[in-house]
């Protein structure tokens, strides 16, 4: 069992909601492995962190598709930067527009390259038609026929698979026999 009670794969399936740079995107599916409670355990005990991956994996269910996998990563990122351009990240944002999203202003942190030694509750200091520049999320989405390709796209650049896609495949294979199967099965280098 997965210590994810929102993974579980003999619930059968339902509409899943995705998404990539050009918008949302819905199919049949289930979840079969999921890393972003981890990131949450981590940001929430306090682990620093100001940017990270998180990482769906599922199966899809309707035979008519050409895909059997579809894998979400999403590049996430609580950092903000001076809207002076000292730094050429992220989308220049209000105060008053960033304060519509409590949960999301109160997880930003200032930039420690253009903003350093400023704390954590800097924002708050700004009147609210001061501008930021905000990092955003990033999703990408991969559909794979297959586990060989979920692989893939799991690797870097020098074709390795690197900590979190490790996590991803492990938790897959809990609770997806062909991945289990695929993943012990002897293949050619
Ligand atoms: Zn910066």
């Known amino acids: 069992m997965t210590e994810n009670a929102s993974v579980n794969g003999r619930r059968g399936s339902e509409k899943i909601v995705v998404r990539?740079?050009?918008?949302r995107w819905f199919f049949q599916g289930y979840l079969i492995s999921d890393l972003a409670w981890r990131n949450k355990v981590v940001a929430e005990g306090g682990g620093g962190r100001l940017r990270w991956t998180d990482m769906q994996l599922y199966r899809a269910t309707d035979p008519t598709k050409p895909f059997k996998y579809?894998?979400?990563?999403?590049s996430k990122s609580i950092v903000y930067h001076r809207a002076d351009g000292a730094c050429p990240h992220g989308l220049r944002q209000t105060v008053e527009k960033l304060l519509r999203n409590r949960d999301r202003y109160e997880a930003l942190r200032p930039c420690p390259e253009c903003l350093p030694g400023v704390d954590a509750h800097h924002l708050d200091s700004l009147e609210e038609s001061a501008?930021?520049?905000?990092?955003?999320d990033r999703p990408t989405l991969y559909k794979c026929r297959t586990i060989e390709q979920v692989i893939d796209s799991l690797r870097g650049r020098d074709g390795t698979i690197v900590g979190?896609?490790?996590g991803l495949l492990d938790e897959a294979a809990e609770n997806?026999?062909?991945i289990e199967r695929a993943l012990a099965m002897e293949r050619p280098l």
């Open 20 to 23: 990539d740079a050009s918008g």
């Open 70 to 74: 579809v894998l979400q990563t999403t």
């Open 131 to 136: 501008a930021v520049n905000v990092e955003q």
């Open 164 to 166: 979190l896609g490790l």
């Open 176 to 178: 997806d026999p062909d």
